[in-house]
């Protein structure tokens, strides 16, 4: 077996190469289970050699890696493995890991949203993979993965300075005319390239109720918007539309939206439908023709509750049963085998909570108490965090503040709860939590208060979008935080008043006209 660079051998069949020192010498794995006593978990053999190999991982051995995995069912270190082959993919896809394994691997990889690649290093690849195969390469495998080049980015020429095999040159062609064909006729949508996705926030209108059109019409603003897709661009500070998108009752009342490998899902709440169920729905907006699909629904009468994206799925957790009570177990939904599964859940009944993931770690902060009597619910300023390796909660300080509703993201390792309601007024404060010394400390105060409002992070900056600025009154405006300068800058407007989907961890509030979450 070779090795790479960096020491460790690459792996053939399903034999470990890991050496034993490695797995009691590594300073992230001794970190990691003092993490696991603290939470009282036992870390699982897949979680130890996982946590050991993935601090060797880079470009010369995630290909290899990626299918030791595969063969060993290591979940958590195939994740890591193809989540490096990705962001190194203009090395990798010119080595021999790659091109030598069967064109599924490299249709995996150009299928994937997260590659952020030009697409003229995408049809090389393709073509790189067919020269290996000889004069005629298979006829089926090839199709496949010239399905997956955006060939409207490219011009003809490209495609003629390019050295290939009088076949391979034949279906480059036939496949580049019938994508143009396509996006001519109307039957196909002009492909993005796939670095526009980069630094971008993805914003979602749905359009409105006409429930919504008087009061909306009150209080000056349109009554009319169209649903679709749109992106947000910071750093231009410009939004261009994504895509028109039709917009049934099905998806009417979304109630959480996120972002998982490039893919979209909308959790739809349906309060007026007996009993309540939360219906969920994906779209692609890089394909060809994207449009929602429909999944497998939330069976369970769980309203007002989190949504977020960790570890390659969806995390629901919280929120009440026929308004009495929370569940407490988490729901888990797994878009590759389109499945949902369930875990424990918080050790208390909440709602509105600040949620985000970080470094396979959901963190479940304030929010408010659904165990008090009398109808009233009221705000919380406790903390906890999920440990997804080995499934297990356990409590954090406190936050300083109690509030609801609030806004919540990770950068530069921590944790920004953002904005909310203390059952007394909208709140413009954020907290800071760092997990690694488990300490709480006081954020620059934002310009406007607001709730239900969404935040992101590109660049290393938060944007904060939309949300209620006061009662009945929404806000349009976007402000950012450079964490380094401390000071709140206003961004502008929105070009209709909105409350965006980033609250909690990415998603929304009730009758949300407009939900935005960053790529």
Known sequence: ??????????PAGSSTATPRSTIATSPQLASKRRHEARCGGVPSLSSLVTAAIATHLDETNCVDLWEFAEQNGLAGLMEKARKTTLHHFARVETQRALMSRP???????????????????VLDSVVRWAMKQGASPPKAPLQQLLKLVRFPLLSAEVLEERE????????????????IAGVERGALQLPMA????????????????????????????????????????????????????????????????????????????HP?????????????????????????????????????????????????????????????????????????????SRTSMAVVAHNDVIYAMCGADLDVGGGHLNMVNDAYAFDTSIGAWRELPNAPSSRDRAACVAVDNKIYVIGGFNDLR?????????????TWTRGP??????????AAVVGGKIYVIGGDAHFSNLSNSIEMLDPAEGIWRDMGEMEHAIKAALHPSRHAIWRNNMVAVCV
């Open 164 to 179: 290939m095999s009088r076949p391979l040159r034949r279906a480059c062609m036939q496949m580049y005319k019938e994508q």
């Open 194 to 269: 796939r670095a526009e996705f980069t630094n971008a926030i993805f914003i979602f209108s749905r359009g409105m109720h006409d429930t919504d059109m008087d009061s909306n019409q009150e209080s000056g603003l349109a009554s009319e918007m169209a649903g679709g897709f749109h992106l947000y661009h910071p750093e231009t500070s410009s939004m261009t539309t994504l895509m028109p998108t039709p917009i049934t009752a099905d998806v009417m009342d979304v109630h959480r939206m996120v972002v998982l490998d490039g893919v979209i899902y909308l959790l739809s709440q």
């Open 103 to 121: 064109h599924t691997r490299l249709a995996d990889l150009l299928g994937d949203n997260r590659l952020r690649v030009s697409e003229v290093t």
């Open 445 to 454: 105060s934002m310009n406007h208060s607001r709730i239900g409002h969404g």
């Open 1 to 10: 077996m070779a090795k790479s660079r960096r020491g460790i051998k690459r």
């Open 272 to 348: 007026n439908r007996k009993p309540i169920t939360i219906s969920v729905h994906a779209i692609d907006p890089q394909s060809g023709t994207p449009e929602l699909r429909q999944l497998r629904p939330l069976s369970v009468q769980r309203v007002c509750s989190s949504v977020v994206a960790c570890a390659g799925k969806l995390y629901v957790l919280g929120g009440p049963i026929r308004g009495r009570g929370g569940r407490k177990f988490m729901d888990i939904f797994d878009p590759r085998h389109g499945t949902w599964s369930t875990a424990p859940g918080l050790p208390v």
């Open 426 to 438: 909208y709140l413009a404060s954020v907290e800071i939590f760092d997990p690694a010394t488990e």
